[in-house]
């Protein structure tokens, strides 16, 4: 049995993993004529000082906007008429599944396995377990090949250097 969606939302931070769901939210939002909302949450947590705020928060959205506009170019050149992209400032876990796609009525919510924040992932979890916790939609969560062998190997490589 096949669900078809209408909304779909990708999750989208710079890293391989982001790519490879982007696609994977292309090829299903063609599949099923649905619209793709594509989001990047800027992690303000991350920025300690007033001073330190202001300057990293400049240069994440001007990476964010850079980013969503070079993925909605992409989705367009696919055949996607109805995209649009959205950036939010937070926590990417909790801005994701609690606010994004239930303000956007979203269906199907499409992320990467791992992201950039490895440090993170290994102290609190992973972007990706939370939304599927939290999401009161569907969640897919793309793991690419690729993208899996290379942090297995920088796990190995780390494990021989300690």
């Known amino acids: 049995m096949s669900t078809k969606h209408s909304n ?9 993993s982001a790519e490879i769901a982007f696609s ?21 947590r991350n920025f300690s000082t007033f001073e330190l705020y202001d300057i990293a928060t ?9 980013l969503l506009k070079e993925y909605e170019e992409k989705a367009r ?9 959205v950036i939010e400032y937070g926590s990417p876990k909790a801005k994701i599944a609690r606010k994004i796609a239930p303000q956007n009525k979203i269906d199907l ?16 979890g992973s972007v990706s377990e939370h939304i599927t916790r939290h999401a009161t939609c569907d969640v897919f969560v793309v793991r690419g090949s690729k993208v899996l062998s290379e942090e297995v190997e920088k796990d190995e490589h780390s494990r021989q250097n300690t």
């Not at 994977?24 to 649905?34: F, H, R, T």
């Open 109 to 124: 919510i499409v992320c990467g396995a791992t992201g950039m924040n490895r440090v993170e992932r290994l102290l609190m």
């Open 24 to 44: 994977k939210a292309v090829e299903l939002s063609i599949q099923d004529q649905a619209s793709l909302l594509i989001a990047h949450v800027i992690d303000t």
């Open 58 to 66: 400049e240069r994440a959205e001007d990476f964010g906007k850079r």
């Open 77 to 85: 050149m696919a055949g996607i008429s109805n995209v649009d992209t």
């Open 8 to 16: 779909i939302l990708v999750a989208v931070d710079g890293s391989d």
